[in-house]
């Protein structure tokens, strides 16, 4: 066990703890100017109200938040401060916030002025609703028209928004409580944030289809209010939620399944360093080696050649990650390739395809990029590329994929990947984009059936960007969205995430499953110039190492009582049957293993785990 944060977050930097706020059976933690884990009677109403400002890029600015105050008692609470967002060429926002709580209401209210006129993709407020117990349930939208329409919130993940012109929604918290989220000074819509792996349906200010990037005007205040009311219809007597338990049950499930095969992504940039850590990559024996190939970055016959050499040392499979140029016909372009890998005597064993212009989004009222028709892209490669198993999909997320999907008739498998940092990179919201991959994975097999389906590279740190022109530059080591690095890749929480995204994409009877490179920012190994000694294996590489000896293995599933802190399987490998577990927190948790393990029905049972740990038990005899 360890409280040193660089080893659990690969910074010294620790996120300060939330102020929590109560009043009654209401409750909000504060954190960073924006309310999150809203409660009533110890169940979650919201995950989040944020007061946001995104960029040209849709990067989001960090304000600078001044004069806080916090006033609370036992029946009402308030805060304020002033937030302020600096622009390029020295363009300023201010923002006047004022929270306000009682016991069943709760209102945050926002004034931004700037006195230079202000550039921004977004500016506005952000409500989330939780997705575990609230998809697939009844809700009641309220139209800025005054219509009240009866509706869910989406089971299968919507690919644009299930919910637009919005004035309020109403939902069911517990039986006898409602929930209205009211929202003043602009329209409002939802998008379905799963699409992007967070945990959350997201209710923003200014709807999509309106141009963007757009200008708040030189001293024009923008006004916008947010107001959680509580309607508690129970008798008072009533008794409140259950006191919280202390220790995590594990008890054995009834699903079982075979573990995916494990990969590793390699860039033409970082084949020489693979080649080199030649032994380790013979160590962890991943299944699978995914080569990423671009034509438009310049990539041809000479990485072709590296390919094929660490093709080479690897007793495993390998693919060719192909973005399609489509400038010319897909089946000339596809057959220059393959004149290149006939020259690089590279023969991988599949090749995933997709145009190139897809890695980009297409956001709700936006043109369509120039393309050719998917049949027409998936019809060149089959024909060029004989004899080889043809994959497609998106070399970007399950959101690309789901608002433009592919033709799966001619396709061998299905692939996309996932990234946490998309819309927020603090601890809690990247562990909890968890929660969303079941939803995302039977969400592809309800469009393509039981097609082999393979999901990655998927890592925290964001490999594209396809919502606007770059990633973002990391140096300082910080947890932003979108960044092309990320400290926790270097600590345990990577190693624990890792773990996590295995166990909750086990029923989707994924072909293979890439959570790293080798070498790189990506990779299981430092390089040069890391906050780590050169050559030193990060955390991550015992998950992927794991991982990857119990590929094939048959696994069967692990009920939590608390799975947003642990999470765990069995699994018959190699070594016999094993219990892993894994605790997705910063916080020591007692784990009750139940019938689970030796030993089972006593203290025996009872297993202490530190922060972002693993662990694997035997089975009982």
Not at 500 to 525: K, N
Request: proline share 7%.
């Amino acid at each position: 066990m360890t409280d040193d944060p660089f080893l659990l977050y690969g910074t010294r930097f620790v996120e300060a703890k939330p102020v929590r706020l109560r009043c009654g059976k209401l409750e909000a933690d504060l954190a960073n100017g924006g309310l999150r884990t809203i409660r009533y009677d110890g169940t979650e109403v919201l995950r989040a109200i944020s007061y946001l400002v995104r960029d040209r890029d849709w990067g989001t600015y960090i304000p600078e938040i001044s004069d806080l105050k916090i006033d609370q008692n036992d029946d009402r609470f308030e805060v304020c401060y002033r937030a302020r967002c600096d622009g390029p060429q020295a363009t300023t926002l201010v923002i006047e916030v004022r929270i306000a709580g009682s016991t069943d209401r709760l209102e945050f209210m926002a004034e931004a002025v700037s006195q230079t006129g202000f550039e921004t993709n977004r500016c506005g407020f952000c409500i989330l609703h939780p997705i575990v117990g609230i998809a697939g349930t009844r809700a009641a939208v309220e139209h800025v028209d005054g219509r009240i329409v009866a509706t869910t919130f989406p089971d299968l993940i919507e690919p644009w928004q299930p919910f637009k012109d919005m004035r309020a929604i109403s939902h069911d918290v517990m039986p006898g409580v409602k929930a209205e989220c009211r929202m003043e000074g602009d329209t409002f819509e939802m998008e379905d944030q799963r699409n992007w792996s967070d945990a959350s349906f997201k209710t923003y200010v200014r709807p999509l289809a309106l141009p963007w990037p757009y200008q708040i005007p030189l001293n024009q205040p923008v006004r916008q209010k947010v107001s959680l009311i509580i309607r508690d219809g129970r008798r008072a007597e009533r008794p409140s939620a259950a006191p919280f338990c202390k220790t995590i049950k594990l008890e054995l499930g009834p699903r079982t399944g075979t573990m995916p095969a494990i990969g590793l992504v390699i860039a033409p940039e970082e084949a020489d360093a693979t080649l080199s850590a030649k032994t380790i990559l013979s160590e962890i024996a991943p299944q699978e080696l995914l080569f990423h190939f671009d034509p438009d970055c310049g990539h041809g016959v000479e990485a072709l050649d590296r390919f094929a050499a660490i093709a080479a040392i690897h007793r495993g499979r390998s693919t060719l990650e192909v973005a399609l140029a489509c400038k010319q016909s897909p089946a000339l372009e596809a057959a220059t390739i393959v004149r290149q890998m006939q020259s690089a005597k590279f023969k991988p064993d599949a090749i995933m395809i997709s145009p190139s212009v897809d890695r980009q989004s297409t956001p709700p009222g936006s043109k369509w990029p120039d393309c050719p028709p998917l049949e027409e892209v998936y019809a060149g490669a089959r024909s060029i590329f004989s004899g080889i198993r043809i994959g497609g999909g998106m070399l970007s997320y399950f959101t690309e994929l789901n608002r433009k999907r592919v033709p799966d008739g001619p396709l061998d498998f299905i692939s996309h990947c996932t990234n946490p940092i998309v819309h927020a990179a603090d601890d809690l919201s990247v562990m909890q984009t968890l929660e969303a991959l079941p939803f995302i994975t039977r969400s592809v097999r309800a469009i393509y059936g039981r097609k082999p389906y393979r999901i990655g590279p998927s890592t925290i740190a964001m490999r594209q960007n396809p919502y606007g022109s770059r990633t973002m530059d990391n140096p300082s080591g910080a947890r932003i969205p979108m960044a092309n690095r990320d400290p926790r890749h270097n600590g345990r929480f990577a190693q624990a995430f890792a773990l996590g995204y295995a166990i909750q994409v086990l029923d989707a009877d994924l072909e293979c499953l890439t959570l790293s490179a080798l070498t790189g920012s990506f990779g299981l190994i430092a390089g040069p110039g890391e906050p780590i000694e050169e050559g030193a294996r990060r955390p991550l590489f015992n998950t992927v190492r794991t991982l990857s000896a119990l590929a094939g293995s048959s696994w069967q599933e692990c009920l939590s009582s608390s799975p947003s802190e642990a999470l765990a399987f069995v699994v018959n490998g190699p070594t016999g049957a094993r219990l892993h577990i894994v605790n997705l927190t910063s916080r020591e948790q007692s784990i009750d293993c139940g019938t689970c393990i030796k030993g089972s029905g006593d203290a025996s049972a009872i297993r202490q785990l530190g922060p972002l740990a693993t662990a694997v038990l035997p089975l009982a005899d």
